[in-house]
Nanobody, 121 residues
Framework: QVQLVESGGGLVQAGGSLRLSCATS????????VGWFRQAPGKEREAIAT????????YYPDSVKGRFTISRDNAKAAVYLQMNSLKPEDTAVYYC??????????????WGQGTQVTVSS
């Protein structure tokens, strides 16, 4: 069992940056893929960044590629999302997840409670 707690969300102006953090529990964190997802009102949850267990493979959709960076620290059992050049369309609830396959939302086993990110124009 893995518990995930996100932090770092908030209100930021367009063009600004935020760094999300996800603290996890569970002895097997280092063996899991982890990812960040988001869900805007009226839209489906989407994957925006995933990273495999050793950090050597990442996935980003085109909508965030070059602006967002996912990283993990297995020693601290933590995962981060650096978001730069934020746009109003990035406004959503952001979720951390563990143990899944790439962009396939339904395959992810463990989820945090989410943190709100609001980007003003």
């Amino acid at each position: 069992q893995v518990q995930l707690v996100e932090s770092g969300g908030g209100l930021v102006q367009a063009g600004g940056s935020l760094r999300l953090s996800c603290a996890t529990s569970g002895r097997t964190f280092g063996s899991y893929s982890v990812g960040w997802f988001r869900q805007a009102p009226g839209k489906e949850r989407e994957a925006i960044a995933t990273i495999n267990w050793n950090g050597r493979s990442t996935y980003y959709p085109d909508s965030v590629k070059g602006r967002f960076t996912i990283s993990r620290d297995n020693a601290k059992a933590a995962v981060y999302l650096q978001m730069n050049s934020l746009k109003p369309e990035d406004t959503a609830v952001y979720y951390c997840a563990a143990n899944g396959i790439g962009a396939r939302v339904s395959t992810w086993s463990y989820w945090g409670q989410g943190t709100q990110v609001t980007v003003s124009s």
